[in-house]
């Protein structure tokens, strides 16, 4: 019998007061401060006998950003102001000093050479880094938002980076320039962002339960998804870009058309017993793949939507997740731990152990 938890949420309201205290718990997992577990959600109360004895040990740092690089040889993790890159051939690890506190998200440009990286202090600012890899310099993008950003992505072309934040605003970067320009159309905090593969469209995710897509060179918002009854956290274009795939509170996996004038609900299906944290779409757009706070990872058909694999249950909540082109799916867990399956066989490997650092990854039986 699969082991369930007994105390997941029972109601959107949870799932956005959930979301909301990660977000003050990456700032305790990352500085080690006490506030944030002042009032955790329902699904991480412990009975009283199973509260652990107090400890002088720095607490894990949840991995909530991961990106595997284009070739896929290599996979960026982050941690507490740094990313951590991990090479997947065994060979010696890398860190990036980023800025902030906890690093939220993360993308590779599609050649490879530089790495977005975004983070932020809470209700103070939003930091954005884009790392040249040749030379381990970064160059900071500044003046949109005023909390954590929440997401980011590179667009296909190189041309621009897109973000968003806790302060309702989704942006537009010039790498090269450094400015940016705000997207303003949500009514809540925007929780995840992605770019089409041809980057021509954003789209945004948010506490206001919409989806919205935008025109990525005008900047302005073409349409409105309002299909979900809960706040979404998480969204992914299909590599063609002809689908767009969110989930988040209400624990359903939808699938939109997306077109460059207006969208529809393609499909959906409920997904997990608890809020879903992450979706991402596999490179050769065969699958997505979904995490939730039920502690599951799930493979489905990305055409039918048909459960195709459920992973064995995670020792802690799965917060990220990256697929990469050669069938390898990442997870990064609120415990700190990252591993990798093979999608086929469903063999899997511990890449970061719980306080482990990047370069002394070990398999894992």
Same mark, same amino acid.
């Given at each position: 019998?699969? =082991?369930?938890?007994?105390?997941?949420?029972?109601?959107?309201?949870?799932?956005?007061?959930?979301?909301?205290?990660?977000?003050?718990?990456?700032?305790?997992?990352?500085?080690?401060?006490?506030?944030?577990?002042?009032?955790?959600?329902?699904?991480? #109360?412990?009975?009283?006998?199973?509260?652990?004895?107090?400890?002088?040990?720095?607490?894990?740092?949840?991995?909530?950003?991961?990106?595997?690089?284009?070739?896929?040889?290599?996979?960026?993790? @982050?941690?507490?102001?740094?990313?951590?890159? !991990?090479?997947?051939?065994?060979?010696?690890?890398?860190?990036?000093?980023?800025?902030?506190?906890?690093?939220?998200?993360?993308?590779?440009?599609?050649?490879?050479?530089?790495?977005?990286?975004?983070? @932020?202090?809470?209700?103070?600012?939003?930091?954005?880094?884009?790392?040249?890899?040749?030379?381990?310099?970064?160059?900071?993008?500044?003046?949109?938002?005023?909390?954590?950003?929440?997401?980011?992505?590179?667009?296909?072309?190189?041309?621009?980076?897109?973000?968003?934040?806790?302060?309702?605003?989704?942006?537009?970067?010039? %790498?090269?320039?450094? $400015? @940016?320009?705000?997207?303003?159309?949500?009514?809540?905090?925007?929780?995840?962002?992605?770019?089409? %593969?041809?980057?021509?469209?954003?789209?945004? !995710?948010?506490?206001?339960?919409?989806?919205?897509?935008?025109?990525?060179?005008?900047?302005?918002?073409?349409?409105?998804?309002?299909?979900?009854?809960? =706040?979404?956290?998480?969204?992914?274009?299909?590599? /063609?870009?002809?689908?767009?795939?969110?989930?988040?509170?209400?624990?359903?996996? $939808?699938?939109?058309?997306?077109?460059?004038?207006? @969208?529809?609900?393609?499909?959906?299906?409920?997904?997990? =017993?608890?809020?879903?944290?992450?979706?991402?779409?596999?490179?050769?757009?065969?699958?997505?793949?979904?995490?939730? =706070?039920? $502690?599951?990872?799930?493979?489905?058909?990305?055409?039918?939507?048909?459960?195709?694999?459920?992973?064995? $249950?995670?020792?802690?909540? %799965?917060?990220?997740?990256?697929?990469?082109?050669?069938?390898?799916?990442?997870?990064?867990?609120? /415990?700190?731990?990252?591993?990798?399956?093979?999608?086929?066989?469903?063999?899997?490997?511990?890449?970061?152990?719980?306080?482990?650092?990047?370069?002394?990854? #070990?398999?894992? %039986?």
């Amino acid at each position: 019998m699969r =082991e369930t938890v007994p105390t997941m949420h029972s109601s959107e309201n949870d799932g956005v007061r959930s979301r909301r205290w990660f977000c003050a718990a990456l700032t305790f997992g990352a500085t080690g401060g006490a506030n944030a577990w002042a009032a955790p959600p329902p699904s991480r #109360r412990r009975a009283p006998s199973q509260v652990p004895a107090a400890s002088s040990a720095a607490p894990a740092v949840p991995r909530g950003a991961l990106g595997f690089s284009p070739a896929g040889e290599r996979l960026a993790v @982050g941690g507490y102001r740094e990313v951590e890159i !991990v090479d997947l051939n065994g060979g010696p690890g890398r860190a990036l000093t980023a800025e902030g506190e906890l690093v939220t998200s993360l993308a590779y440009s599609r050649d490879g050479a530089r790495l977005a990286v975004a983070s @932020g202090l809470p209700g103070r600012s939003g930091e954005l880094l884009v790392f040249d890899l040749s030379s381990g310099r970064p160059s900071r993008l500044s003046g949109v938002h005023s909390d954590r950003i929440q997401s980011v992505a590179f667009s296909a072309d190189g041309n621009f980076v897109a973000a968003c934040s806790y302060d309702r605003l989704a942006s537009i970067w010039d %790498p090269k320039s450094g $400015r @940016g320009r705000a997207l303003k159309d949500h009514t809540d905090a925007v929780y995840g962002i992605a770019v089409s %593969p041809d980057s021509r469209r954003i789209a945004t !995710v948010s506490g206001d339960r919409t989806l919205k897509i935008w025109d990525a060179a005008a900047g302005r918002r073409l349409y409105t998804l309002s299909d979900s009854t809960a =706040e979404l956290y998480s969204v992914a274009f299909s590599p /063609d870009g002809s689908l767009v795939a969110a989930g988040g509170a209400d624990k359903m996996l $939808r699938l939109w058309k997306s077109g460059a004038s207006d @969208g529809a609900l393609f499909d959906s299906t409920f997904a997990h =017993e608890g809020p879903i944290t992450q979706v991402v779409f596999s490179p050769d757009g065969r699958h997505v793949a979904s995490a939730s =706070e039920d $502690r599951t990872v799930k493979l489905w058909d990305a055409r039918t939507l048909t459960e195709e694999k459920t992973f064995p $249950r995670q020792n802690d909540v %799965p917060l990220s997740l990256a697929m990469s082109g050669s069938g390898q799916l990442a997870v990064g867990r609120y /415990d700190g731990t990252v591993g990798m399956y093979t999608i086929e066989s469903g063999q899997y490997r511990s890449l970061l152990p719980r306080g482990q650092r990047a370069g002394s990854s #070990r398999r894992q %039986p």
